[in-house]
């Protein structure tokens, strides 16, 4: 079974974040404005995009089995 991720891209900047959202993306991958990775889903990852909600955009993908 696959286990599924989430495709993270960031919409706005994190200049007028509080310094731990800024921190959040960091740890998340996200570098600059429009920046975009993959995470796997859990409940790590989840939380810190609770607290980056509003400077992201997640998506679901499931990965193939090959």
Do not use: F, Y
Not at 4 to 27: E, P
């Amino acid at each position: 079974m696959a286990e599924r991720m989430l495709v993270i891209k960031q919409t706005k900047s994190g200049i007028g974040a509080q310094g731990k959202q800024r921190a959040t993306l960091r740890a998340l991958g996200l570098k600059h404005h429009q920046d975009q990775v993959t995470q796997p889903d859990n409940r790590a990852v989840r939380g810190m995009l609770h607290k980056v909600r509003h400077l992201v955009k997640v998506t679901t993908v499931a990965e193939e089995d090959s």
